[in-house]
């Protein structure tokens, strides 16, 4: 077995904190300590070159890189757990660019206001740019991103 480097369990112990308090309905936290340092021995003899740089900018930049390494990972087995929990699969979620959201937002309201089906937003939305012909696989994206954006801004607010 590898040695641990000495810094490693506060990386890990932090990552796994970090993780936890956003998950903690679906995950337990020594669950997530375990994956972590799973992944750290998985990798453990560059993790342990890395943090013993001996250039101390350099190690700190590599001990950021660690911890973001780690919670990306740990992040991913929380996703999971969360998903298996609720009962969807993982493929299921779906992630925005804010900016997108923005732009696609007025056309929303506009669709909930004046009572309008979100077809007629596709046609509405013209940036002016050339479009390209989308893969059959892919058509549809605006409208499925505008329904979802809808079903959002349709959701009450349970706080």
Request: net charge neutral; glycine share 4%.
């Given at each position: 077995m590898t040695e641990t480097h000495p810094s490693a369990g506060d990386i890990v112990?932090?990552?796994a904190r970090t993780i936890f308090s956003r998950y903690r309905n679906f995950v337990e936290r020594e669950d997530v300590v375990q994956?972590?340092?799973s992944w750290y021995y998985s990798r453990a003899e560059h993790f342990n070159q890395l943090l013993s740089e001996e250039n101390t900018v350099q190690r700190v930049i590599n001990e950021k890189r660690m911890a973001w390494q780690?919670?990306?990972h740990a992040e991913r087995?929380?996703?999971r757990e969360k998903?298996?929990?609720?009962g969807y699969k993982l493929t299921d979620e779906a992630f925005y660019d804010t900016v997108v959201?923005?732009?696609l937002l007025p056309h929303v309201i506009a669709?909930?206001?004046d009572n309008t089906?979100?077809?007629q937003a596709q046609n509405l939305i013209n940036d002016g740019q050339p479009k390209k012909q989308s893969a059959p696989a892919e058509g549809g994206n605006l409208l499925a991103t505008l329904i979802d954006i809808k079903k959002a801004y349709l959701k009450p607010d349970v706080s």
């Amino acid at each position: 077995m590898t040695e641990t480097h000495p810094s490693a369990g506060d990386i890990v112990f932090s990552v796994a904190r970090t993780i936890f308090s956003r998950y903690r309905n679906f995950v337990e936290r020594e669950d997530v300590v375990q994956e972590c340092w799973s992944w750290y021995y998985s990798r453990a003899e560059h993790f342990n070159q890395l943090l013993s740089e001996e250039n101390t900018v350099q190690r700190v930049i590599n001990e950021k890189r660690m911890a973001w390494q780690t919670k990306r990972h740990a992040e991913r087995y929380a996703r999971r757990e969360k998903a298996t929990r609720s009962g969807y699969k993982l493929t299921d979620e779906a992630f925005y660019d804010t900016v997108v959201i923005a732009q696609l937002l007025p056309h929303v309201i506009a669709s909930v206001v004046d009572n309008t089906v979100l077809e007629q937003a596709q046609n509405l939305i013209n940036d002016g740019q050339p479009k390209k012909q989308s893969a059959p696989a892919e058509g549809g994206n605006l409208l499925a991103t505008l329904i979802d954006i809808k079903k959002a801004y349709l959701k009450p607010d349970v706080s």
